[in-house]
């Protein structure tokens, strides 16, 4: 959905941030692997409380902090001085100083949150010219920003000439709506900028169903909207769209195609069952785990099945499987699999449910996660979401697999083995790691039988 220009669009990010909280509260154990990676990157740690996970979306106001009133208060006092570029500037250790087994500052996290959102706006393809921060307590239901903080971006967007605003919040159609009107510039929301990216990076005929799916039911309640942006590519005086017969034509039109690919997926789930059942019998794994964390690194490694391994998001969309034969005899299938990111659009995952279905019936779930990442312990905790949703309350067993060892400090590899023991901690790049794993993997495949 975005461009088709030959110029990179010029876009504005746009992050949530909550009311500074008490240093590391709400945040759960561990991020002490993260204690010195390598930065993560321009606007690094900035003094703004997290923008991210843990909290309801937006509608659910913030939880567990001092009274709703004192939070507005905030938020009114920080809309005053409009926060452009809040994100980046300066402040590191605004959470405070790391108490004993204390997790590094917050303040890393919450970069990671718009850091995030600049990666999958470059993998789609265009060119991050500014970030805007808009307080989680003073959310507007219709229009999402407030009205100081409207006027800002507006101002922002006309400043850096932007062509589109990316939120890393989902927006209701409405929102959406009222914000393209307000800001005459395409609006896009985190879940259509990750179907965007995945509808670009689909390869076979598989992954391609799979994300117009998810894309045609995402698109759905938001038809109106778009004629807005057909009737303004017009170029026309007026951004008024079709009569609601013709809306009505589209709609139909869309639910139709959404039964088709229905059917069409539903053939692929039939076709996966008959090879389930000719593979029934060999213990079967499946690498799992965010995006870029190197499972198909890891996954090369074990069965020189020569996927792709990129520095980039989303890499790998469709599921490959491998036999594998242990120095000792014993055959285990092993499975590369669609990484998974914080938010990952709820169509998207029904829709990947086919390709995800080895993961569902493997015996083993290896999570690979990157130890270097700032953010390891959000991503991990976003993993296990998509995991226990996609497992329906059936329990299989898992193994952690901590990896990028080598980008590690001798002192966060000391953080990562004390957070979590039981962890394999690895560098997938390293042959005898990627061995010493594969030992590993026939220890658990004799357990078991
Ligand atoms: N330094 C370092 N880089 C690694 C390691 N493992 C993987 N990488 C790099 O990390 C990037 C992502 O690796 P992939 O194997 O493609 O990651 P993935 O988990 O399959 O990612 P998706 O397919 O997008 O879900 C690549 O550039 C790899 O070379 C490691 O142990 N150390
Ligand atoms: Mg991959």
């Known amino acids: 959905m975005i461009s088709t220009h030959r110029e990179p ?15 590391g509260a709400g945040r759960e154990r561990g991020g002490g692997a993260g204690g010195a990676p390598p930065g993560p990157g321009p606007g690094g740690a900035a003094g703004d409380p997290r923008l991210d996970r843990g909290a309801p979306e937006q509608g659910g106001r913030a939880r567990g902090h001092a009274g709703a009133a004192v939070g507005e208060a905030g938020a009114a006092a920080g809309e ?38 600049a990666l999958l706006a470059q993998t789609a393809g265009s060119l991050v010219v500014g970030r805007f921060v808009q307080k989680r307590a003073a959310i507007h239901p219709g229009r999402f920003l407030s009205t100081g903080k409207l006027a800002a971006l507006a101002e922002l967007a006309e400043r850096e000439r932007a062509d589109l605003i990316l939120f890393d919040e989902d927006l209701s159609p409405v929102q959406a709506r009222n914000l393209e009107r307000a800001l005459e510039r395409k609006v896009i929301d985190r ?27 995402y698109l759905l309640p938001r038809l109106t909207r778009l004629w807005g942006h057909l009737s303004r590519l017009g170029g026309g005086i007026g951004t008024r769209g ?22 069409r997926l539903a053939a692929v789930e039939r076709e996966r069952d008959v090879q389930g059942r000719r593979r029934a019998g060999l213990f079967r794994v499946s690498l799992v785990g965010y995006t ?9 490694q074990l069965t020189r099945a020569g996927v792709a391994e990129e520095d980039r998001l989303f890499a790998t969309l469709d599921t490959t499987t491998r036999r594998l034969v242990l120095p000792g005899g014993e055959v285990m299938l092993v499975s590369d699999t669609v990484g998974f990111i914080r938010k990952l659009p709820h169509h998207l995952v029904a829709s990947f449910r086919a390709t995800l279905r080895e993961a569902r019936e493997s015996d083993l779930l290896v999570h690979v996660a990157d130890a270097s990442q700032p953010a390891l312990a959000a991503q991990m905790a976003s993993v296990d979401e998509v995991l226990d949703g996609l497992l329906d309350g059936r329990s299989v067993p898992r193994l952690l697999v901590l990896n990028k060892a080598d980008r590690l400090s001798e002192g966060d590899l000391l953080a990562a083995r004390a957070w979590h023991p039981e962890a394999i901690l690895l560098s997938a790049l390293r042959r005898e790691d990627a061995l010493r794993f594969r030992d590993r993997l026939g220890l658990a495949a004799r357990e078991h039988r």
């Open 80 to 117: 005053a001085g409009a926060e452009a570029g809040g994100v980046g500037t300066a402040g590191g250790g605004a959470g405070g100083a790391p108490g004993e087994g204390q997790p590094p500052p917050v303040s890393r996290e919450a970069s990671a949150g718009l850091e995030e959102l």
């Open 242 to 263: 079709p009569g609601e017969t013709q809306l009505e034509v589209d709609r139909r039109r869309v639910r139709e195609r959404i039964d088709v690919l229905k059917r």
């Open 191 to 217: 879940t259509e900028l990750i179907l965007d990216i995945f509808a670009r990076r689909a390869r076979t005929r598989e992954a391609q169903v799979q994300v117009e799916l998810a894309q045609l039911q």
């Open 9 to 23: 669009e010029r876009a504005i990010l746009v992050g949530l941030a909550d009311p500074p909280s008490r240093p």
């Open 292 to 300: 870029n964390a190197g499972k198909s690194t890891l996954f090369n």
